[in-house]
């Protein structure tokens, strides 16, 4: 019982632990509950608070850590643009199951209206935001688009200049170690608020939320089953010749540390391990490829924002135009680069999107309960997405049939 009450890897349940207090409390002492709604909300505060920072040295180290200036050309290139594509495909499926499922509309609560206004800015006002007047006002304003292109350009120059720079490199992968921990005692605080923003929903909402939350869950899973197959498996057969089943064989056992662990980092070394040994792909575009994915490449997080951006924008009643969607998925493409490979991290960036986005965050304390259940999907096809990508790239190497910066290994 002291394990669970204080254990690291006891997070989740304490979690589930504090959901099911704040069920009982939003049931039972419904005034009570909705008085300790500040709770909740301190909690989200402290979680926004850490949004820049965690972006900063997230992008940064992924950048930094990667190898020589060598390793950011032809590879580096083709990388990025299988990440991207991939995210963006599977963001495509992901607003697809989600609109036709739409678990947001099944929760019939009169009092669920929002009287501000979606985010839906001009491509000047885009571009704009991006490159803002003032650097450090921008940090300070937690302006999430200023700060990564920032990091990007600001960790490429460190690998440009070499060993001059290795100080601020060091100095920036203790800050990485540092701010996860400081990151690691804020989501200590989790079951805390769950209890809060729980009993709050409960009391303000009813009981009718669940069988949305319930609903959510099967559309998470049904949209990273078919995102999976279409966007990962049929490429990697058709484009490789590998059989479905030769990828299955191999890629279930990164399966069994990711949906144990949530964490991306904590499954890398099983990746590379099966992206060599079981797919045959390259040791030089396997080190360089996967590290790099468990990064910037997010595929779960696709799923992840569309399904969340649907949920809450249906939940609330307001429309998302076509402009707004494509919106939504640029956003969350560059966001997503800057998610850290941590059980729960998605947790914050979800936050910092729907505030992006003009959206309430409310219901992220109610998704919060649940995210370790979503978290097992989402971080599975992450990694699966890490392995799809190297064996791509390997497979373009090799038809190349010539010597490069990363040559083809048997």
């Not at 688009?145 to 990091?151: M, P, R, S, V, W």
């Not at 009981?207 to 959510?216: P, Q, R």
């Not at 279930?252 to 990711?258: G, N």
């Not at 978290?375 to 190497?397: K, Q, R, V």
Request: hydrophobic residues 55%; contains cysteine; proline residues 4%.
């Amino acid at each position: 019982m002291k394990n669970i009450l204080t254990g690291k890897k006891h997070l989740f349940t304490r979690i589930a632990i504090g959901f099911a207090l704040g069920i009982l409390l939003g049931i039972f002492l419904p005034d009570f509950s909705i008085q300790i709604k500040f709770i909740g909300d301190i909690y989200l505060n402290i979680i926004q608070a850490m949004i820049i920072p965690i972006i900063f040295v997230a992008v940064s180290t992924g950048i930094i850590n990667i190898g020589s200036g060598k390793d950011l050309g032809r590879i580096g290139v083709k990388s990025v643009s299988v990440f991207i594509l991939m995210f963006i495909a599977t963001a495509g499926i992901g607003l697809l199951i989600s609109y036709l499922v739409r678990p947001g509309n099944h929760i019939n609560i009169d009092s669920a209206g929002y009287d501000g206004e979606i985010t839906s800015p001009s491509v000047e006002d885009f571009f704009m935001n991006i490159i803002p007047d003032n650097l450090f006002m921008a940090l300070t304003e937690g302006d999430i688009l200023a700060t990564i292109i920032f990091t990007v350009v600001f960790s490429i120059a460190i690998v440009a200049v070499g060993k001059e720079a290795e100080p601020v490199k060091n100095f920036i992968n203790s800050l990485s170690t540092v701010i996860f921990k400081v990151l690691n005692y804020i989501m200590e605080l989790t079951p805390i608020g769950i209890i809060s923003l729980m009993a709050f929903a409960i009391a303000e909402y009813g009981a009718g939320i669940f069988s949305a939350l319930g609903l959510y869950i099967v559309t998470a899973y049904a949209a990273c089953i078919i995102a999976f197959i279409i966007v990962m498996l049929i490429p990697v057969w058709i484009y490789t010749g590998m059989s479905p089943v030769q990828f299955l064989k191999g890629i279930y056992k990164v399966w069994l540390v990711s949906l144990a662990t949530t964490s991306s980092a904590v499954t890398m070394p099983t990746t590379i391990r099966v992206t060599k040994n079981d797919f045959k792909v390259s040791e030089s575009i396997t080190n360089f490829v996967v590290p790099l994915g468990t990064t910037i490449n997010m595929a779960g997080g696709a799923i992840s924002f569309s399904l969340l951006a649907v949920f809450v924008s249906d939940f609330y009643n307001i429309p998302l135009g076509v402009g707004q969607i494509i919106y939504l998925v640029v956003i969350a493409t560059v966001i997503n680069m800057a998610a850290p490979g941590i059980p729960g991290g998605g947790i914050v960036l979800g936050a910092s999107f729907l505030t992006l986005l003009g959206l309430p965050i409310e219901l992220m304390g109610p998704i919060a309960a649940i995210y370790r259940i979503l978290d097992m999907a989402y971080t599975t096809m992450n990694i699966t997405g890490d392995a799809t990508a190297a064996i791509l790239i390997d497979e373009s190497e090799k038809r190349r049939n010539k010597k490069s910066t990363f040559p083809a290994e048997s």
